[in-house]
């Protein structure tokens, strides 16, 4: 295929861009990334090193950025938290790290995580819109559930579910666990767009003369009634540039996949080759006809995860992906596909898959900042060789990189 264009690849799609987003986090995926040359562990809680990963993100017209987080600290367990010493421990909030970033950049997207299960919604609306006002636009959220019953002991206020050994072998197991907290998590979201709503575009007046900052009228309360909590509103943040923020979730299970359809603009999923692609989209699909979403009005994009390591020379990103997982004293493993090979084999695969139906693809460089730069200095300009990948951005706001648009208020009759 290399060489290629859209118009002449019966794997790409004429007209239709590729769209890729980086997962950054820590030293990047690989547990041993930040043993291997080239890594900053004595800066991975700085807030220098995450503006030079965005940066050299942005350079590469990449879509968005997502920034993990967690409410306790990593661990090499799914469900339980481990006293391993080997391996980073330690991050910073991202959200507060999301906005640092925004004035630093000008295009790409900041798509922070956030945990739903122990942290009030009216708290995560204004902290998301709060981003997209300092970003002038390119704010997202990653809602994320607690799946670990460990996180519960911060807070006391509350528990949730212990998941087993038994359990995390299969992620339709998890998502059935943790299916109570993926419908408060759907109530969260809801409850924080209604709150993006409850200021109408043009509520602010600020006309001195007459002495008004706003339109009461334009104003609302959003008497949101839950099964678990109910929010009255209305936010204390005037509506964001992109009147609701991006919201992007990641899926591996029905569970799962009925959040997005119900709750997200971007759904993250996990296949591990080309028919796999096929079944989850079709699993996606069911979950949005179950939950009754009309993606004509709303729709909702899908991008694949995929675990990278990519070099130049044929075999190279093999040979050091296994000197990496002898460092870590044990294989690579991860939800995601493992990828290992160059530019053009990974460009390959990836208008492979699109093929399928999705839309883009997440990365998660293995290590930092080697794969990210990979992919902005030699994946990206391949994909623009092919014809499948922007050349410039050609829109300000993160909904524009992705071809959304822009919600309008649901209160803008009421007033």
Sequence with gaps: MTGTTPADDPTGTPGAPLHLAVALDGAGWHPAAWREEGARPGELLTAAYWADLVAEAER???????????LGLQSAAFHRP??????????????????????LTTHIGLVPTTNVTHTEPFHLAIGIATLDHAAKGRAG???????RAADAAHFGRRTTPQLTDEDVTDSERIAARLRDLF?????????????????????????????????????????????NFSVKGPSITP??????????????????????????????ITPHDRPGVAKILA???????????????????????????I???????ARRKARLDEAAGTGLASDAEIFTGTPAELADLLLDWRSAGLDGFRLRPATLPHDLTAITRGLVPELQRRGVFR?????TTLRGHLGLPRPASRYATAG
């Design 183 to 227: 419908t408060e998590a759907a109530e969260v979201v809801e409850a924080a767009r209604r709150l993006w709503d409850s200021w109408e575009d043009d509520a602010e007046i600020r006309d001195a003369p007459t002495g008004r900052f706003i339109d009461r009228d334009k104003v609302h309360h959003i008497d949101f009634q839950g099964a």
């Design 141 to 147: 959220w990653r809602p994320q559930i607690s799946s």
């Design 311 to 317: 070099d130049d020379e044929p075999g190279a990103a």
């Design 239 to 268: 509506r964001s540039p992109q009147g609701q923020p991006l919201v992007a979730s990641l899926a591996h299970a029905s569970t799962p996949y009925e959040f997005a359809a119900l709750s997200s603009d971007v759904v993250h």
């Design 60 to 70: 590469g017209l990449l879509d968005f950025v997502t920034l993990e987080d967690a």
């Design 82 to 103: 481990d006293d391993r010493t080997d391996q980073v421990r330690g991050s910073m909030d991202a959200v507060l790290l999301a906005a640092h970033l925004a004035p």
């Design 391 to 395: 050349r410039r951005y050609e829109s």
């Design 283 to 309: 699993q996606v699909d069911e979950a949005v006809v179950r939950t009754g979403r009309d993606v004509t009005e709303r729709p909702l994009r899908t991008f694949a995860d995929l675990l990278v390591l």
